[in-house]
């Protein structure tokens, strides 16, 4: 069998189904059948999350791509908040209302600076916000109000260091309190840009506890790299957060090649709720994990180069959401946030946004 015809020194970019080769001409008959085809099984698990006929809806789709990161889920509400991607601009914020399936803007009482990665949390909706000097944006957190819209920055430097690549955010609380702590996970910022920025706060895991105000690094760099994805399990004792390095994705951030790795790591939270015992959950085979979701039975989503993948608690992969389906360009455009809203997957497609039913609550809120 031959499997990621990918070029030599650069990350897979060709899906299972498109670079396998057996000498089973049935077996490779299947593959070829399966390149467009929206789910790819390799579990009864999965085949019983779709059932038999999973309802697949293409909800809106445009010329240019403007459903891309955060994939916020506001139960109450039953609408999912999302953002435009920061490669083709500054960013804003959408709104899916999962009732009627209409979309509208956001409206708040100050613009948002470049949203991008999302987080509800009780009653408000965080959003980290990324640097752009050519437009004074600082960079740092923010929390919308739904109700009113009105607009609180949270976070926006760390003694001076700006939050240049600041991109996901995820809340915990303490077991057997009501103390919550925010994580947030930033990323490199490139050397190759030819800036040469030296007031930036240094890449990996930092957390902020709002009861003594105080942030603090929580994750060093040396451990993560290029911190992306981050969540926590429903029992608020264990982390899982997703590394987008790797060989070529490395370079890219002006690291060193072979500096992190395309994975998914899990640690436990000790009792003071800091990170702790790290191990390895998964590694993406395309491309590299980017939006991360843990689900009511401990199930792990991410966003990677193939789609979307489920792995079930024990790190099988049980079967993915094909992206040559729900994209345009898997490679280019890959889908890097969805959002788990219930019983219904929103899958943000960059110039396209669907819902798939499926057939049992797989997050309660």
């Given at each position: 069998m031959q499997t990621c015809h990918a070029q030599e020194n650069s990350i897979c970019s060709i899906p299972f189904v498109n670079g396998t080769d057996t000498l089973d001409p049935s077996?490779?008959?299947?593959?070829?059948?399966?390149?467009?085809?929206?789910?790819?099984?390799?579990?009864?698990?999965?085949?019983?999350?779709?059932?038999?006929?999973?309802?697949?809806?293409?909800?809106?789709?445009?010329?240019?791509?403007?459903?891309?990161?955060?994939?916020?889920?506001?139960?109450e509400r039953n609408e999912v908040w999302y953002t435009t991607w920061i490669n083709d601009g500054p960013t804003r914020v959408e709104i899916l209302d999962l009732v009627?399936?209409?979309?509208?803007?956001?409206?708040s009482s100050m613009p948002l600076e470049n949203p991008n990665g999302g987080y509800y949390h009780q009653g408000l909706v965080y959003f980290t916000c990324l640097r752009d000097d050519t437009r004074g944006w600082p960079g740092g957190v923010v929390s919308v109000d739904p109700e009113t819209g009105n607009v609180e920055r949270i976070l926006n430097s760390y003694f001076g260091l700006k939050f240049d690549n600041i991109d996901d955010v995820a809340w915990v609380t303490q077991p057997g309190t009501n103390n919550s702590f925010m994580f947030?996970?930033?990323?490199?910022?490139?050397?190759?840009?030819?800036?040469?920025?030296?007031?930036?706060?240094?890449?990996?895991?930092?957390?902020?506890?709002?009861?003594?105000?105080?942030?603090?690094?929580?994750?060093?760099?040396?451990?993560?790299?290029?911190?992306?994805?981050?969540?926590?399990?429903?029992?608020?004792?264990?982390?899982?957060?997703?590394?987008?390095?790797?060989?070529?994705?490395?370079?890219?951030?002006?690291?060193?090649?072979?500096?992190?790795?395309?994975?998914?790591?899990?640690?436990?939270?000790?009792?003071?709720?800091?990170?702790?015992?790290?191990?390895?959950?998964?590694?993406?085979?395309?491309?590299?994990?980017?939006?991360?979701?843990?689900?009511?039975?401990?199930?792990?989503?991410?966003?990677?180069?193939?789609?979307?993948?489920?792995?079930?608690?024990?790190?099988?992969i049980i079967g993915l959401f094909n992206s040559q389906y729900f994209t345009r360009d898997p490679t280019s455009t890959a889908i890097v946030q969805f959002a788990l809203a219930g019983d219904t997957l929103v899958i943000l497609g960059q110039n396209k946004l669907w819902t798939v039913k499926l057939t049992e609550k797989v997050l309660s809120d």
């Open positions: 077996i490779n008959s299947l593959l070829k059948s399966a390149v467009h085809a929206p789910f790819i099984s390799y579990d009864d698990e999965f085949l019983a999350l779709l059932g038999p006929n999973p309802a697949v809806e293409l909800i809106d789709e445009r010329e240019v791509n403007f459903a891309a990161e955060a994939g916020v889920w506001i139960s009627d399936n209409s979309i509208r803007n956001l409206t947030i996970t930033i990323l490199p910022y490139p050397e190759t840009s030819g800036l040469g920025k030296n007031d930036t706060l240094p890449q990996g895991v930092w957390r902020w506890d709002p009861q003594t105000k105080l942030l603090l690094p929580a994750i060093s760099r040396t451990e993560l790299p290029v911190a992306n994805g981050i969540r926590f399990s429903k029992d608020q004792k264990t982390l899982w957060v997703t590394d987008f390095g790797g060989a070529e994705r490395s370079r890219n951030w002006g690291l060193p090649a072979e500096v992190g790795a395309p994975a998914i790591y899990k640690y436990m939270l000790d009792e003071d709720m800091w990170p702790v015992n790290k191990r390895i959950f998964g590694v993406s085979r395309m491309q590299a994990p980017d939006g991360i979701r843990v689900d009511d039975q401990g199930r792990v989503w991410t966003g990677e180069g193939e789609g979307i993948v489920v792995r079930a608690a024990d790190g099988r």
